[in-house]
């Protein structure tokens, strides 16, 4: 069994979770349970960013204690995670002392080595965005992201010698020893380690929420270099073994890859240690052609969506709108139409009715004999499939689940079925075989997307050692339907 270790970036918490960390952290969710089907045994790691001036000026103005504050958001995050059904490995909150602790070894370890020296900070400073800013970052003198003007700064820091592993890590990128996907993501970071970047800081000395240097205490740890760290924290660093770092994939949004292609692989060069094998990197969305944004009031929250798809419906809907590690818009207002043609009138249209007929009909007799016709066009789905996970691909490995029901669906309505199984047992039995055998793929093939329709099909199909086989064996066609064993599917999404 190989070792998978896969994360998300922490989330703010100085809001509610809303759809853009739900994409991501779904994205995770369905790559862990795809690696997890396929036999790896696979760490999912996802957490809250809980230090630093945005979060204490958020908490300052709900009235709250930052503790307090954190505590309550962090929570909001769990809950949605659980109402959207992620199964991470683990989450972690910059907050506890697990993560506090390791925070300061690695500090330490860095300043043994050599690779931070005291300096001061004179420019600008976007407390929305937790970053340094020059000029040349702002529009209308405003930061872009945030529509306000950065602070002017001058502080006492400790900072990185971040031009001591530039050419490393270009090698490294290059080499796709640390592999940044997709393309266009490697040739930013590429052009970005082309424009000379200056070291940065590494502590700050007027933010008091956060994690205190341990050799300066009147300085804490940058909110960035504080919430990174959190990757090998969460795996017991500074006791760290070759089993769980260095990480397989991290998945981040386009916004932050100069962190994690830049800074972070630098800080692990210079403690030592191993850099993340792949960075993969997914576009940001738009709702109806608009950034999602609390003034412009259209920001979806995944819980709503969950409450009106039910969870495997909105993990469906948010993963199906545009390809993975592009950018894309969000057309709210098309969900239910989405829903109802793909899953309400697809997917569950499609296994109700071939369930139904078996249950009303349990003298079928179904024979080892599938076409070899049949069982190519199966295998060739499997593979295209594998290859869509392979890359990444996740909107394409659901199109592809979409092209099996639409074949089903035609053989339902082509055969006739229900008058076919009147006329000719022998025939009917043979047509619906294949039928089943093509819904348990399905089955399989949404299991990562969508578990528990995933499990309520594979219950109707009576198949009960699924969690004990891997997609290996699953895709051997050695399963022969048992009619008598085959229940009608429960209603699996009901119509809008
Ligand atoms: N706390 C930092 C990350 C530290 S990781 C060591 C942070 N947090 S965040 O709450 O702002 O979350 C950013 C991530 O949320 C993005 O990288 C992206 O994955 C996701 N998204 C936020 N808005 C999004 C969209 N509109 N579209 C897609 N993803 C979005 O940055």
């Not at 809250?48 to 930052?66: F, L, M, Q, V, W």
């Not at 209308?140 to 001058?154: L, S, T, Y």
């Not at 294949?434 to 099909?457: G, Q």
Request: glycine fraction near 6%; proline fraction near 3%; charge should be negative.
């Amino acid at each position: 069994m190989k070792n998978f270790y896969i994360t998300t970036p922490i989330y703010y918490v100085n809001s509610r979770p809303h759809i853009g960390h739900a994409y991501t952290t779904l994205s995770a969710d369905v790559i862990s349970r795809w690696r997890n089907i396929s036999g790896d045994d696979v760490f999912f790691l996802t957490g809250t960013d809980e230090h630093g001036a945005k979060i204490a000026e958020a908490a300052k103005k709900s009235n709250k204690d930052p503790k307090d504050f954190t505590d309550e958001v962090s929570l909001e995050f769990v809950e949605t995670w659980k109402n959207l059904g992620i199964e991470y490995s683990d989450f972690i909150r910059t907050t506890e002392s697990r993560h506090e602790k390791g925070v300061e070894s690695f500090m330490e370890l860095l300043k043994n080595t050599g690779a931070l020296y005291e300096g001061e900070y004179s420019g600008l400073y976007c407390t929305g965005c937790e970053k340094f800013m020059t000029e040349k970052d702002l529009v209308d003198n405003k930061c872009p992201d945030h529509n306000r003007e950065p602070e002017k700064v001058v502080e006492n820091n400790w900072f990185f010698k971040l031009s001591d592993y530039l050419k490393k890590i270009e090698i490294l990128i290059k080499e796709d020893k640390i592999k940044i996907c997709p393309d266009f993501a490697k040739k930013e970071t590429l052009g970005l380690l082309k424009q000379n970047l200056e070291d940065f800081s590494v502590s700050r000395e007027n933010v008091s929420w956060g994690i205190k240097l341990p050799w300066d205490q009147n300085q804490t740890v940058y909110v960035w270099v504080d919430a990174l760290l959190n990757y090998i924290t969460a795996r017991g660093f500074p006791s760290i073994s070759k089993d769980s770092w260095p990480a397989d994939l991290q998945i981040i949004g386009k916004d932050i890859l100069k962190f994690h292609a830049i800074y972070w692989p630098a800080m692990l060069l210079a403690a030592g240690l191993q850099t993340p094998r792949e960075i993969f990197v997914h576009g940001y969305f738009t709702i109806d052609g608009k950034k999602m944004s609390k003034t412009i009031g259209n920001v979806i929250d995944p819980n709503d969506l969950v409450k009106e798809y039910g969870r495997d419906g909105a993990r469906y809907l948010l993963l199906s709108q545009f390809p993975f590690g592009q950018d894309g818009d969000v057309k709210a207002e098309k969900f239910i139409d989405q829903y109802n043609s793909d899953l309400a009138n697809g997917l569950g249209n499609l296994v109700s009715r071939v369930t139904s007929i078996v249950s009303s009909n349990n003298d079928l007799i179904f024979l080892d004999d599938l076409s070899e016709s049949f069982c190519k066009d199966i295998r060739q789905s499997w593979e295209r499939y594998e290859s869509f996970f392979g890359s990444y691909a996740i909107e394409e490995a659901i199109k592809e689940i979409r092209a099996l029901i639409k074949k089903s669906d035609e053989e339902v309505e082509s055969f006739q079925i229900w008058d076919l199984v009147k006329k000719d047992k022998k025939r009917s039995s043979f047509v619906i075989h294949a039928l089943l055998e093509r819904i348990r793929v399905i089955a399989w093939m949404i299991s990562p997307f969508m578990p528990e329709t995933s499990e309520k099909i594979f219950l109707s199909l009576g198949i009960k050692n699924k969690s004990d086989i891997t997609i290996k064996e699953a895709k051997e066609l050695t399963w022969l339907p048992k009619s008598n064993e085959i229940k009608k599917c429960e209603l699996l999404f009901p119509r809008k």
